[in-house]
């Protein structure tokens, strides 16, 4: 929404991951343990924060190169190889709970889900993070300390790898450094499919989350048709630039019958 991205989220969630099996692995607790792992993806998001807010790098490169750093450096943290050996039992348990009679994924995407959609709707950082995507500039002038709304979301989205990383670690029971390659794309794919646009200032929480579900339904149903991941990778590039076209053609009606309405 505010016109920048990140490249790094999938890299991260492993990387967290890896973190918190290895903590469980040397006998911590669950929650300290998850707690090590959220850290690790805040910090991320703290450095991802700091060269595109402060030092002004392009968010490409950025979070491209925090891409390729938190998966080598979650790489040497297992050695190359599945951190599954000689893992506690335990380590499975946040992800087998439940709560309610529902399973707590529901439950932790249910509670994520109304706490940003009470930020976009009724905090600053929602109305600003729309501003700034709109135009930086104008929301500059006006008073706005973009650089500081662009750092909080960067930092927000690191927290939240790092969450993902721990669900993720907790329901393989395993952490493995080679996963969530080309997670990235997905998360942008659901993004676009929700109504984002790439270049800011439209979007919401709702239309992300239901384009999450959309990207989510289309994975399980590729492999319920045991359907290759060599074609599901095909489809999903087609169906992400047919979805670029889509979301530029709304864009452009958009803005044509805003300046109609505008002369009239």
Do not use: H
Request: aromatic share 10%.
């Amino acid at each position: 929404m505010t016109g920048n991205y990140d490249l790094s989220t999938g890299s991260v969630v492993s990387f967290a991951g890896c973190v918190y099996a290895l903590m469980i692995k040397s006998g911590m607790a669950l929650l300290p343990a998850g707690i090590v792992a959220v850290v690790v993806g805040i910090l991320i998001g703290v450095i991802n924060g700091t060269m595109v807010a402060k030092f002004n790098f392009p968010p490409f490169i950025a979070t491209l190169c925090m891409m390729y750093i938190s998966r080598g450096v979650a790489l040497i943290l297992a050695n190359g190889a599945t951190i599954r050996d000689n893992m506690p039992p335990e380590i499975g348990n946040l992800a087998s709970r439940d709560f309610l009679g529902l399973p707590i994924f529901v439950v932790f995407i249910i509670i994520a889900l109304l706490i940003f959609v009470f930020i976009e709707k009724k905090t600053l950082l929602g109305k600003y993070a729309l501003a700034i995507g709109g135009n930086k500039n104008a929301a500059f002038f006006s008073g706005i300390n973009t650089a500081a709304i662009i750092f909080a979301i960067y930092v927000i989205i690191g927290g939240l790898a790092g969450f993902a990383g721990v669900m993720s670690a907790s329901r393989l029971s395993a952490g493995d450094p080679r996963g969530m390659v080309g997670f990235e794309f997905d998360v942008i794919l659901a993004i676009i499919l929700g109504g984002t646009s790439l270049s800011g200032g439209k979007g919401s929480v709702i239309g992300t989350f239901f384009g999450a579900l959309v990207v989510a339904c289309l994975g399980n149903g590729l492999d319920m048709l045991n359907i290759l991941t060599f074609w599901q990778s095909i489809l999903k590039g087609i169906i992400f630039v047919l979805a670029i076209v889509l979301n530029e053609k709304v864009m452009k009606n958009i803005s044509k019958k805003t300046v109609a309405a505008a002369r009239a």
